[in-house]
């Protein structure tokens, strides 16, 4: 008879490692954090949801994690 020479499946992909922030949270995302503190000072804050959203989207993009990005969402207090 003949031997079954079949090769072991290969193993999966290692998931990506996460990114780590180069910086700390209140230097991250210069230019977004401008640009958002620019529009609420002018117009306030209801009229700044695209600038202050996309702040939070760069933070994320940097590599902070969701759960700390959301304690800074709560944690701003609304003009």
Do not use: H, S
């Not at 700390?24 to 949801?49: F, M, N, Q, S």
């Amino acid at each position: 008879m003949g031997q079954n020479n079949t090769a072991p499946a290969p193993a999966a992909p290692a998931a990506p490692a996460a990114k780590t922030p180069a910086c700390r949270i209140c230097c991250a995302c210069p230019t977004e954090r401008r640009y958002r503190d620019e529009c609420v000072l002018l117009k306030g804050t209801d009229e700044c949801e695209t600038e202050i959203n996309n702040f939070y989207k760069c933070l994320l993009k940097e590599g902070f994690p969701q759960e700390e990005v959301d304690t800074l969402r709560k944690n701003t207090k609304r003009m």
